[in-house]
């Protein structure tokens, strides 16, 4: 696919939502509605291992989970390659 250098400046002042998924666990409905404050819910990922970076619901990455400024950030350690996310967002239609 050819994208027009139009197209191209249209992209990049496009905002996106990016979502980092720290990791996931499955419980019944019981044992969500049963949940207060300071219980702990474990996930099925090992400590250190990072999260996942999306944007929609494609994957375009990874990194450390770190703390900036007293608020979580996401320290990107590998991502998808510049033309590759760019044609993705052209398929998503997000311009």
Do not use: C
């Not at 939502?17 to 099925?44: A, P, Q, Y």
């Amino acid at each position: 696919m050819e994208i027009s250098e139009r197209d191209y400046d249209l992209l990049v002042d496009t905002e996106i939502v990016v979502d980092v998924m720290l990791g996931s666990t499955n419980i019944t409905v019981s044992e969500f509605l049963k949940l207060s404050d300071g219980d702990i819910i474990s996930l099925h990922k090992a400590a250190g291992t990072g999260g996942e970076i999306y944007v929609n619901t494609r994957i375009i990455g990874t990194g450390d989970i770190i703390v900036m400024d007293d608020k979580l950030a996401v320290r990107v350690q590998d991502s998808m390659d510049s033309d590759n996310v760019v044609r993705y967002f052209f398929e998503e239609h997000m311009i």
